[in-house]
């Protein structure tokens, strides 16, 4: 044997008994641990103050309306113009139906949304033509706004729906009188540096309470006819609501960016 073949040879064995020696707990812990290597303190979580009612703005979130103003919005029609919906009592906002859908002048990717939404005083209509309106985040995914009480229509068309995408996981419909709650956490897409999508769209969806969106991804834009398909790679954009020509009503609406 030449001494080459030594050599590799107690390479080897060397290599062999460092592997086995990692593969080998020590019998005793050469640095115990202790509660404090696992403890994080800097930098400190910041401190907001929550809503002293549930449902209500904690003291970081935008408040989008308040039933006072609509300061916050514009045409979605004419950004340059003033939202055309009515403000009613000073409590909530009400559609204009034909005057176009709404678009906040503020633009958003990850966020929280609370929102909350009225059928029409007068019921009616039937399927689709009752009380629909729509929350599009970044101006094209929409979670959808309708009367789904006592009102059959195809299940990832009715409220809680992402329209055309997913059904809500249950029916948590309030009556046509009574108000309704939507809290929404949403994840905007991620595009690669070429344009494709890197991840989807996700969303989840608590309709009055109640989980009916589970961090479900969002298969792209929103088509009333056809698959739904990604565009090209975008970023932060507006929230509109949607005029389906129904008097859909709204109130306290605000946003956290995430």
């Not at 929550?50 to 950004?79: H, M, R, Y």
């Not at 633009?107 to 009225?118: T, V, Y």
């Not at 991620?190 to 009916?212: C, E, M, Q, S």
Request: aromatic letters at 8%; charged letters at 20%.
């Amino acid at each position: 044997m030449n001494s080459k073949t030594v050599w590799t040879s107690l390479v080897a064995i060397a290599f062999a008994i460092n592997l086995n020696a990692q593969n080998t707990p020590p019998e005793v812990s050469p640095m115990p641990m202790k509660p404090q290597m696992t403890e994080i303190w800097e930098p400190e979580v910041e401190v907001i103050t929550p809503a002293k009612k549930l449902g209500d703005a904690p003291s970081d979130a935008i408040i989008l309306f308040d039933g006072t103003n609509l300061e916050q919005w514009v045409s979605q029609k004419d950004p340059s113009k003033a939202a055309p919906w009515k403000i009613v009592d000073n409590d909530h906002l009400e559609v204009v139906p034909g005057s176009g859908g709404i678009s906040t002048k503020m633009k958003f990717g990850d966020c929280q949304i609370h929102i909350e939404f009225s059928a029409p005083d007068k019921v009616e209509g039937h399927s689709q033509g009752r009380g629909n309106s729509g929350l599009f985040l970044q101006n094209r995914y929409e979670l959808q706004i309708l009367d789904s009480y006592n009102n059959r229509t195809y299940r990832n068309g009715q409220a809680g729906s992402i329209y055309k995408d997913h059904a809500p996981l249950v029916n948590a419909m309030r009556g046509p009188l009574e108000w309704n709650s939507y809290d929404v956490i949403y994840t905007a897409p991620r595009f690669k540096a070429d344009g494709r999508l890197d991840a989807p769209a996700r969303i989840t969806v608590l309709h009055n309470g109640v989980l009916v969106q589970n961090n479900v991804s969002i298969n792209g834009n929103t088509f009333y006819v056809g698959l739904h398909t990604y565009p090209s790679a975008h970023g932060d954009d507006v929230i509109s609501l949607q005029d389906h020509g129904n008097k859909t009503q709204f109130k306290n609406i605000w946003i956290r960016k995430l």
